[in-house]
Every structure is written in structure tokens, then in C-alpha cells.
């Protein structure tokens, strides 16, 4: 690389948990710089789950952490050229990829989901996600089992 890597910048903790992954999922949530409608369409979905959930001594934000838990990917695919031909390789993730590709999952398929608003949207997703089901669940067993498909590459790795 010619240019030196960007530092990490650190994330404020959001204001109602005190939690950094908050804020970091808010950011991915948030569309056009809106990040105080984003901040409320996150807590409205909290007290949404919060008022559905099944578990009565765990919290809406351990559902979600769960939910998250639930939706990271381990091994991913990627592609490589080797002697003109593409193989799909499957490679293990870096832990703060796998948190960044599970919220945009979440965050993704809780905007093709049928409800009317999306703090309703995204406050099914994380149940059914913690529940194990759900549109960004399936997405994960699908990386894995495109992963598991591609074992024979493995070999190709950089």
C-alpha cells in the first residue's frame, strides 16, 4: 500500500445502554445523516421486542445481542483466480467484519420485511433472528453452506 491504514476511529456510547455496538448498529441503520431518526426507530424496535419477548428475565438489548450472535457468519467465501480459472475459497472472517456483516443483514432484510414501520420491521427481525429463523438467519446458513460446498478450494488460500 502506498498510503498509510486509517486509524480506527472510537465510537461514542449511544445515550440510553451505554454501548458502543449500539451506536455502531445505529450508524448502519441510519440513511441520509439521520442519525437521531435512526436512534429512535432502534429504541421504538427495542420496546417493541421488549413487549413480545417470551424470556421475561432477559432484556430487549440481550434479545438483540443474541439475535446478533445468531446472524454473524463464520467463514465466508471468496473468490480467487488460479490459472485462468475462478474457485470460490472459503476463508474464516475477522471478528469485526463478522459484527459488521450481521448488522447490515439485519438491518437488510428487516427493510424487505412487510410490517408497516420500520421499528416494526426491524423489531421482528431480531426476534425471529434470536429465535433462529428469519430472512438474515438464512443468509448466514447459506455463506456457510456455500463455505461448506467449497471446502475442496480450501487449499487455494492466500
Known sequence: MRKTKAKKRTLLPDPKFNDQLVTRFVNNLMTDGK?????KIFYDALEIVEA???????SSLDIWKDALENVMPHVEVRSRRVGGANFQIP?????????????KWLIKYSRD????????K????????AKEEGAAVKKKTDTHRMAE???AFSHFRF
Open 122 to 129: 426491524l423489531a421482528a427481525e431480531i426476534l425471529a433472528a
Open 149 to 151: 460446498a467449497n471446502k
Open 113 to 120: 420485511r412487510n410490517e408497516k414501520a420500520m421499528s416494526q
Open 52 to 58: 413480545k419477548k417470551e424470556d421475561p428475565e432477559k
Open 35 to 39: 442519525k437521531s431518526i435512526a436512534f
Open 91 to 103: 476463508m474464516p472472517i475477522r471478528p469485526d467484519r463478522k459484527i459488521s456483516m450481521a448488522m
